[in-house]
């Protein structure tokens, strides 16, 4: 009997601790479900461009879709926007601007919102916002060189543009004094122009795109140039004041009845094309460098030079370098020329025009030792 009772109580001890354990877990289940099941909308799929002090969003709503509003924060949510939605289409999308943006980069947080309120999950996007700081550093095209090709078609060449430039922009008159303005890709670095005004200004600056989906253009400060003004060579035909001052060498053995100054330097300014100068050749020969310094009696503004060979004679230099000078003291170097030395006609060398009154002509080197000369010309610019 005993036995019997004491089997009564334990079991029932064990079916009250069943009760009071679920009624525990209960209690803990209820006091997770009690605000509802948490529901998510679908999230937003957002796209960022970079523009002057303000960020462009572009938020794409896949379909299906029960958004109908977005919510956008940044500065860590003290500042915020939200946008009416309705998608319908496969791939709907909207594009918000958020402006008046210092110039930094921003953490961007969007939530879709449905129309019971639900939230989607967090979406963070970062967004840059560029302006002055940006701007003022950016360098401009440089202007390598202009050149006039012969009917006066003008040649500009530019250097390579640095990073985040895309275009370039030319403003300078025509030849009627309009107004022209030049959208160039920064990939050309040769710009060529058939229609422009001589002497005039042209103005030029470089468009930068901070990051390759910028909604915005920057720009660099105008540069400034003068286009140059064509230069026309007139040939100096009277050579009485000429003369020969100084010459490294020469051969009198080539002189005769007829041409008593074949050989000599002075042979190369009688304007003759008969006549030569000749680099010794008697007891001797030396090689290249060979030279001869010509006094044109008064100073001039020299833009050219025209050699001719000894006629029909290839043997001589074809490589001559031209220095000029107004006082024989200071030498410009105007540039070292390949001189074809296989024909007749003559090898016009064309440089800067500067104010001189001696030329040096030096033959640099040839295919034989001897540098030969039938006429040297010299042509004034205006």
């Not at 926007?81 to 969007?110: A, C, Q, R, W």
């Not at 080539?254 to 008697?282: M, S, V």
Request: with cysteine; aromatic share 10%; net charge negative.
């Amino acid at each position: 009997m005993t036995k019997n009772i004491l089997t009564f109580f334990t079991s029932l001890s064990l079916i009250l601790f069943a009760c009071i354990s679920c009624s525990d877990v209960n209690q803990f289940h209820e006091k997770f479900i009690e605000s509802g099941e948490k529901i998510y909308t679908t999230k937003p799929v957002v796209e960022t461009f970079p523009g002057r002090n303000r960020v462009e969003l572009k938020i794409f709503y896949p379909s299906p879709n029960t958004a109908r509003q977005t919510l956008i924060e940044w500065n860590g949510g003290a500042d915020s926007k939200i946008i009416d939605v309705n998608p319908t289409g496969p791939l709907d999308s909207v594009t918000v601007e958020i402006t008046n943006l210092d110039e930094k980069s921003y953490f961007i947080d969007l939530h879709n919102i449905d129309k019971e309120g639900n939230k989607s999950v967090l979406v963070q996007t970062v967004g840059t916002a560029y302006g002055d700081r940006y701007e003022t550093a950016l360098n401009n095209r440089l202007l390598l060189d202009m050149s006039i090709e012969e009917g006066d078609t003008l040649i500009t060449e530019w250097g390579q543009g640095t990073k985040g430039a895309a275009l370039f922009e030319l403003n300078y008159l025509n030849r009627d004094g309009e107004s022209v303005m030049e959208i160039v890709d920064i990939d050309q670095e040769i710009v060529v122009m058939d229609d422009w005004k001589p002497g005039s200004m042209m103005h030029y600056r470089t468009y930068y795109l901070p990051e390759p989906n910028a909604v915005d253009t920057f720009y660099t400060r105008y540069d400034t140039t003068t286009l140059p003004v064509p230069v026309v060579l007139s040939l100096i035909t009277d050579k009485s004041n000429w003369s020969i001052i100084e010459v490294d060498s020469e051969e009198p053995a080539e002189g005769n009845a007829t041409y008593p100054d074949n050989g000599l330097a002075k042979a190369a300014i009688d304007d003759n094309l008969n006549t030569f100068w000749h680099t010794q050749w008697q007891g001797g020969s030396p090689d290249y460098p060979h030279y001869f310094i010509l006094d044109l009696g008064q100073a001039y503004n020299i833009g050219a030079v025209e050699s001719f060979r000894r006629r029909g004679n290839g043997s001589a230099q074809n490589v001559v370098q031209i220095l000029t000078s107004i006082d024989q003291e200071k030498w410009v170097d105007k540039g070292i020329f390949d001189i074809d030395n296989k024909t007749d006609d003559g090898q016009l060398m064309e440089f800067e025009p500067v104010e001189a009154r001696y030329i040096r002509y030096n033959a640099q080197s040839g295919s034989s030792p001897f540098a030969m000369l039938a006429e040297l010309e010299v042509y004034e610019a205006q």
